[in-house]
């Protein structure tokens, strides 16, 4: 017996998904597949770009290097991040709140701001290296491979911090007494019992970690000095306009895609494998140390918090300082945000409009999407929950090549306009709100729909008067992270703007690629300023007193 095809809000919906992640995110990497493929000069396929790549060391090379350096940042901010959410979750330190406002702003302010201190900290006339000139004594040179992994350990670090902090939080204390009751304690307590039950949140997290580090642009194009890696390197082969050289940056795209997908699906198995469900009664109780060992612990917490603060505090300092030219001098003075308003004002504007124009369009599509995905579940919606990991895997640069091959010619002409920067965030920062969605729906009970049904209400203002109440809190939430991360976005916008589209992130990178300090400064306070207020926003709207995850 055929059923008749009923068309209702919800098939729309699902209409409207499959078309958003169809039209801006596959058919672009298909476009970006196919370019890869496609010889420079003919057209016709070829795998010449490919063996241009393995066969030339200068750019393999860049491949080991995006290895080299991704692999040590995520072991790096593994230790840090463990040890901090262990110290912090079990024992009592002084001012924890500030401590994690510090942390969670060290993590959403974009890592470029960070390789742009070091420069002025630790460059070549960098305020520590002159300092310590002045004593005979050289500082290590803050470029190239050493340079790339600090700037990126403490900006990322936080996301293991705040995955394993709320995985800790979840183990039940009875689990460590009946350890202890059998003569577990110590070393071998963190090693054989709370090691192992966090191990699936702490894969979690090193994943992010390791996508952030692999496809991160702007560290390495500010402070990598000769040291290439594979998202700069296809940057500059995308936009060098000598040789046609947009296919072979499609093929080390195509690359790259394919490096972060096997990643993806190999962390995927993993945790499937050692996943489970933990369920803490009696959540673990803090402690305390006492004598050296609380000084100690109180030293390396507040140190590790002031070295990740530490590019915040020198752009804001900066940003006052008065200029001549590209250098510093005494004084100090307002004219670097004088110098922004008269010539750079668009570029903040663009960044707010921009940002929210693509949070309004988050906020419909993950409350609805998480719907579909939880509560009408079908092959379609199966599809749909499949794309919506997609934007995790691709680097910020790919996507932006991705759109850019893909809506470069009539009739979808899309290059150069304010629309495809905002698809840009929208793909990328979608997944945000649809986690945060998709768990608050897990959380409410499907009777609460059912009884406003049963009450004559249709399933569509059901939907609106009463889930969509009840998940809006967490989807703002949600939608606020989103929003942080997107006015932030260096890596897609630096590769779709024009002079009328440009943002802030980009105007920061510009403005210290001509040496400009100053006005990068204070574009860069701008940027913290919006952060933490947005961060305010979020504790109140969620109701929640910390940031783990």
Not at 417 to 445: C, D, E, F, K, N
């Amino acid at each position: 017996m055929n059923k008749r095809f009923h068309w209702d809000f919800w098939t729309g919906i699902t209409v409207l998904a499959i078309a958003i992640f169809g039209l801006f995110l596959i058919y672009p990497l298909f476009s970006l597949f196919i370019s890869a493929f496609q010889d420079a000069a003919t057209g016709d396929w070829s795998l010449q770009n490919f063996a241009q790549f393995f066969r030339r060391k200068y750019y393999y090379q860049s491949m080991i290097n995006s290895f080299s350096v991704t692999a040590c940042v995520t072991i790096l901010a593994v230790i840090i991040g463990t040890v901090l959410a262990y110290f912090m979750t079990l024992y009592r330190v002084r001012f924890k709140g500030a401590v994690e406002i510090c942390i969670i702003i060290s993590l959403l302010s974009p890592p470029f701001i960070g390789a742009y201190s070091w420069i002025l900290i630790g460059g070549r006339s960098g305020i520590l290296t002159q300092w310590l000139a002045d004593f005979g004594i050289n500082f290590p040179s803050i470029y190239g491979f050493a340079g790339i992994l600090l700037v990126l350990t403490l900006k990322l670090y936080p996301f293991i911090y705040l995955y394993v902090a709320g995985a800790m939080k979840n183990i039940d204390s009875a689990l460590i007494e009946a350890a202890e009751s059998l003569g577990c304690s110590g070393i071998r307590k963190v090693v054989t019992i709370i090691i192992p039950l966090i191990t699936p949140t702490i894969l979690a997290g090193a994943l992010m970690v390791f996508m952030n580090a692999m496809a991160d642009f702007g560290t390495p194009m500010l402070i990598g000095e000769g040291f290439n890696v594979m998202p700069v390197m296809i940057y500059s082969e995308f936009i060098n306009e000598v040789g046609d050289q947009a296919n072979f940056a499609a093929a080390m795209a195509a690359i790259m895609v394919l490096i972060t997908s096997t990643i993806f699906m190999l962390q995927k198995y993993v945790v499937n494998r050692k996943s489970f469900t933990m369920s803490s009664l009696r959540p673990l109780q803090m402690g305390a140390l006492h004598g050296w060992k609380d000084g100690l612990m109180h030293v390396c917490i507040y140190g590790l918090v002031a070295l990740s603060m530490i590019p915040q505090l020198v752009v804001v300092y900066t940003s006052f300082l008065q200029t001549n030219g590209s250098v510093f001098v005494d004084g100090y003075s307002l004219d670097s945000y004088r110098t922004i308003f008269e010539n750079l004002g668009t570029a903040v504007t663009n960044t707010y409009a921009f940002s929210t124009a693509a949070m309004v369009m988050i906020v419909f599509l993950g409350m609805t999407v998480a719907y579909l995905t939880t509560r009408r579940k079908s092959w379609l919606t199966d599809c749909i929950d499949t794309l919506t990991m997609f934007p995790y895997i691709i680097p910020g640069s790919v996507l932006g090549i991705t759109l850019l091959l893909a809506f470069n010619e009539e009739p979808m002409l899309l290059s150069g306009t304010a629309l495809i920067i905002i698809i840009s965030l929208v793909i990328r920062r979608l997944p945000y709100t649809l986690r945060s969605s998709s768990a608050i729906l897990y959380q409410l009970s499907p009777s609460m729909e059912e009884a406003s049904i049963s009450l004559g209400a249709s399933p569509l203002r059901t939907f609106f008067k009463v889930t969509a109440v009840m998940m809006l809190p967490g989807v703002i939430s949600g939608a606020i992270i989103s929003w942080i991360t997107a006015i932030n976005e260096l890596s897609s916008s630096v590769i779709l703007f024009t002079g009328a589209t440009k943002t802030m992130s980009v105007a920061i990178y510009t403005e210290v690629i001509r040496a400009s300090y100053g006005t990068a400064a204070a574009l860069s306070t701008i940027l913290t300023v919006t952060t933490i207020t947005a961060m305010v926003i979020f504790f109140k709207v969620s109701g929640r007193r910390d940031v783990t995850l």
